[in-house]
């Protein structure tokens, strides 16, 4: 196919999975649950973070997550006492267990109480660096309090080589306004435009098969290969694609 030719083809498939019904059996619909801001970006950076593996197996474990806050993300993160936080170490999934959860608990008050918030950071960052540079940062503001150098491993920095899949998945839920219903667009000073394709193995086989990825690796640098084409695609919302290119590879069998 052309470009042109596959550029149409994936506005079409955006269409068809950009839509409601996306949302179900996908990450996103963990924030979904929440109406306030907070909650939405609180449960959306942590449900992000545990975004690997079986979908069906991430749902379980984020609405467990989620029970374990109080169904109250941010009241949880401001106010959760020892006891609390005791009963949220009980947590765990795959390789981020309780230990990871606690500090996640304890760096997001840091955030809203000394830094203004999830938002206010990534807003400042990216008016000083890239996005991609500003996640780097923001790994590195987020790990300022004392940790266990194993739950550093569960926040990407694209500058390391990472594609940092989980956070640009963030991010697209966060900033982009789909008008659908489906992503949210609660963060209004970061223009869509910036963001970068949440890229895993199921978007880079497909943008592989279309012929619009050439690198071979899952890496930052196919990140930014990619980034180029879709910008191309779509100078506004290139991220939209990212349901094309998803939705080919895991709904489809593309």
Known sequence: MSNDEI?????????????PAFIELDPISIPHHFNT????EISAFLTATISWGNRKAILNAANQMMLLLGQSPYDFVISANKRQLIKASEFYYRTFNGTDFTYFIHSLRNIYQNHGGLENVFNDLSNRYTLQEAIGHFKELFFELPHEGR????????MDGSAAKRINMMLRWLVRNDNKGVDFGLWKQISPSRLSCPLDVHSGNTARKLG?????????????ELDKVLSIFDPIDPVKYDFALFGLGVIEKF
């Open 7 to 19: 550029k149409d083809f994936l506005n079409f498939k955006v269409e068809e999975f950009n839509k």
């Open 37 to 40: 801001k907070e909650d939405i």
């Open 151 to 158: 739950t550093a491993k569960h926040v990407s920095n694209p």
């Open 212 to 224: 619009i990825l050439s690198r071979n690796q899952n890496d930052a640098r196919a990140v930014i």
